[in-house]
């Protein structure tokens, strides 16, 4: 296994941070529900990276959680998701999230970046 597969839960571990509408206690199930996230963000050193979670109207059928993950070199990535189950929000947030760093790593990707094609040989 390499170091980066060593450092995925780690890596959500320390950088994780509870906005509004979680608390303490939530924060065990939160890394959990957000586990697959960890993958994508162990290639940047957790020092760099912040990702920050909130619910607004818990517990309400108008329950909506935003994820937002800042990392180097990269616009804020930010999503959204309602749900009635917060699980759910959670899920259908993060999967966004990963969507999105995908898609800024492979635009940066000089196969995906006719600029940055020209300058490599």
Known sequence: MSETQDRRPEVLQEVLRLGAGFR??????????????????????????SVRVAVKDRGSKEQRVTLRVDLPGFPPLVAGAADVHLERALAEAKREVIRQIEDETSAREPKSNRHLRRRTP
């Open 24 to 49: 303490d206690v939530d924060r065990p199930w939160v890394l959990e529900a957000l586990s697959a996230l960890g993958s994508h963000l162990a290639r940047w050193n957790p020092d760099q990276v």
